[in-house]
């Protein structure tokens, strides 16, 4: 919900600093990769313990993955590197709350295996969607330039980062704040199950 507002305020320095990654020979792949990586250890550091230590780790993860798409907007994106950015970014998003389950088993694990869950259904229906898309030829810029179907919904990556940070602020609110989400992140999913019905209604 909030990724377009957000993308118009972060875009213009993302782009700046795109430039010059482009200038040292940085590829949209390598900064995928590397924000994955940065990614799993910003877990690995919420399941140690080390909460501003991941909180820190958690947000250059997610510059990095801003960074890529806007240097691939300067090199030219592919297939592949489309493919590689939607794989990894899930990585991410089932390794935060991975890491306060680990952080925590007795007080997380149920939250957490609910929050997981629930990322589970809404990955699968955003991506079925953008298969159906694809097959009958629509395309959309509601989010930009991007390498398949993009559609919005009320849980998007800008509230993913928001509870991940608020995962990491209030460690002890972890599970209302993780249910809260996946309802929000279950809802996102079935308003895009009843949009696919009704788009996909006749036959291609």
Known sequence: ??????????DPALNGIARQLVRIGATPNAITIASCLIGLAAAGAIASGYLIA?????LISRLGDGLDGAVAKITGSTDFGGFLDIVLDFVFYGAIPLGFVLLD?????????VLIFSFY???????AYAVMAEKR?????????????FTTG???ATETILFFVAFCLFPGWFAVLAYAFAAITLYTALSRIVLAAITFRDKS
């Open 154 to 156: 009320l849980a998007e």
């Open 105 to 113: 088993p007795a007080a997380n694990s149920i939250a957490g295996v």
């Open 1 to 10: 919900m909030l990724d377009g507002w957000a993308r118009r305020r972060i």
């Open 121 to 127: 259904v809404n990955g699968a229906s955003f991506l």
């Open 54 to 58: 991941g909180l820190v780790l958690l």
């Open 137 to 149: 030829g629509e395309t959309t810029d509601a989010r930009g330039a991007k390498s398949l179907f």
